[in-house]
């Protein structure tokens, strides 16, 4: 998408490469996974560098610093990863059905799909906390048994009208607000926050597993160190 920003972040292409780190952010503690790992790369999904970069220097100019003293280059995909096939939305969808029906929106983000079974929503919630591993959900409960369903990993609010309009019955995705859910109680759609990281977080051992297979004289490594942030109490 126009605004974003995948691709190379920082690093020589001549480089050599014998490791890489994947990761959903590039955090501090994944960089100093990275160095502890030596590796000579980390890929990740949310960008390092954002907008117009005019100095290296605060926090995210400190993490391109310590990247190149570590001797370690960065690769972010981005909306690109989660439009493509088998990527972001085609794995989150694929943890419940069997088959992606088309993208979300005209941009082709997010995905539609029919659950196997119908269920309640409440299996449904459980079935979700068991396959994203996260600490708890928000949702709003319409009233209806889940079997069509629309996903989009990380914030996808803004394509609530969407999957209602698509006729699904039930939108998972993450970063709601609070008018969304009121929007959602309008339209009559089950709406569930999945957390960002745990809607996205799943591609990434698919990705480590897919560039292994592409490249199989370098070892790629999913992130121990990077986790989800939020806690319920």
């Known amino acids: 998408m126009d605004f974003d920003n995948a691709g190379l972040q920082t690093g020589r292409l001549s480089a050599s490469l014998n490791r890489a780190v994947l990761a959903l952010d590039i955090t501090e503690a994944v960089i100093d996974e990275a160095a502890a790992e030596k590796a000579e790369l980390i890929i990740s999904h949310h960008p390092l560098i954002w907008g117009t970069l005019k100095s290296v220097s605060g926090r995210r100019g400190e993490k391109l ?38 993208p979300l929106d005209n941009l082709g983000c997010g995905r539609l799909g029919n659950l196997e079974e119908t269920m309640e929503l409440s299996a449904f919630l459980a079935l979700v906390r068991e396959k994203l591993g996260g600490t708890g959900l928000r949702y709003y409960d319409a009233g209806r048994p889940v079997h069509r369903l629309a ?3 990380g914030a996808g609010g803004d394509a609530l009208e969407a999957a209602a309009e698509r006729g699904c019955d039930t939108y998972l995705t993450a970063d709601i607000k609070y008018d969304q859910f009121l929007l959602a109680a309008e339209l009559g759609i089950n709406l569930i926050d999945g957390d960002h990281f745990c809607t996205e977080n799943p591609v990434i051992p698919v990705l480590a597993e897919a560039l292994a297979k592409r490249f199989p004289d370098t070892e790629f490594i999913v992130s121990k160190k990077h986790q989800q942030l939020i806690s319920f109490a």
């Open 151 to 153: 996903v989009m990993g």
């Open 65 to 102: 610093l310590r990247l190149a003293e570590n001797g370690i280059a960065a690769i972010s995909m981005h909306t690109n990863l989660d439009i493509a096939a088998g990527g972001v939305n085609d794995v989150l969808l694929g943890l419940f059905c069997a088959e992606a029906q088309g």
